[in-house]
């Protein structure tokens, strides 16, 4: 019968929240010191179920911002891996579960962060940089009075780093390799793998001079162009198809397996890591450049 009671108030006073806020209102929910037990735990249940504050004498309660802080968390391990989607939703819940300034401030700076290094990632390194865009993700950060200066200035250093690398990739070789088998690494992860095999191609013909001979390696480059060339529709007019094309199947088998996915995991490892050695550095965990570094107290 209690629980009942206890279920009965809580709708009622989430009904009660509901038309506040439909008419503009910003309600909160307010423990009298008559109330008794079951109407305080009425109360705090409708809170914590509507993201509404309990005020209890003074203070001014929110439920919730273990809730936010747990999403700032989320979004934050999203964009370590460039799912700048999930990362901006996360933020977004989080925004709306918190009251706390701090927080509320260091996700505004996340969403202007993760903006900005889906333009930094996403963009093709060829297009002009939206010097306004990066402007504005610069002017926010001043802004933040909730943040300790120390964290102001650490991310006000990560977004220059991030812009001045924006603008390098566009004539350094070396970071245009690491863009593209990060995209490359993008793409299938997302399910597009011809997407994956064009970065990846992309790749090896901005390193084509540097490229040693490789038999293994150059027989999955082959087999991905061919299969680049099946998606275009143009197959038959490749220079240098794979060896199975020149096999004593019948054509249409050597079509089919020629035109057979080739595995971009397979390739991207294999392309790295030749790359890595011809570069002498880690090319894929260079990647980690076109990310953000969490500010953490000293």
């Not at 300034?101 to 969403?111: C, D, I, M, T």
């Amino acid at each position: 019968m209690v629980a009942t009671d206890l279920e009965t108030l809580v709708a009622a006073l989430r009904r009660e929240v509901e038309q506040a806020r439909f008419h503009g209102a910003d309600p909160e929910l307010v423990v009298d010191p008559a109330d008794p037990p079951l109407v305080i735990v009425a109360k705090a249940l409708a809170a914590e179920r509507t993201n509404v504050p309990l005020r209890l004498g003074d203070a001014r309660l929110s439920l919730q911002e273990d809730v936010a802080e747990h999403l700032f968390y989320r979004g934050v391990t999203a964009l370590r891996s460039w799912n700048f989607t999930a990362a901006q939703e996360a933020f977004e819940e989080a925004s709306a579960r918190t009251m706390a300034p701090v927080l509320q401030q260091r996700l505004a700076l996340f969403r202007a962060i993760t903006a900005l290094l889906r333009r930094v990632v996403l963009t093709d390194p060829d297009q002009t940089p939206h010097h306004a865009a990066e402007e504005r993700a610069l002017a926010l950060v001043p802004a933040l009075d909730a943040l300790s200066p120390a964290e102001r200035a650490h991310y006000t250093a990560e977004l220059r780093r991030l812009i001045a690398l924006r603008r390098a990739v566009a004539h350094d070789p070396y970071l245009q390799t690491v863009h593209c088998l990060l995209r490359a690494q993008l793409a299938s992860s997302g399910g597009d793998e011809i997407l994956g095999l064009g970065w990846l191609l992309r790749a090896a013909t901005l390193n084509a001079a540097r490229l040693a001979p490789s038999p293994y390696l150059a027989d999955l480059l082959a087999r991905a162009r061919h299969r680049l060339q099946h998606f275009l529709g143009n197959a038959a007019d490749l220079a240098s198809p794979p060896a199975a094309a020149h096999s004593s199947e019948a054509p249409a088998e050597a079509a089919a397996e020629a035109s057979a996915a080739v595995p971009v995991a397979e390739l991207l490892s294999a392309l790295a890591s030749h790359l890595s050695r011809i570069w002498e550095r880690d090319v894929r965990g260079d990647a980690a450049q076109f990310g953000v570094t969490l500010y953490h107290d000293a």
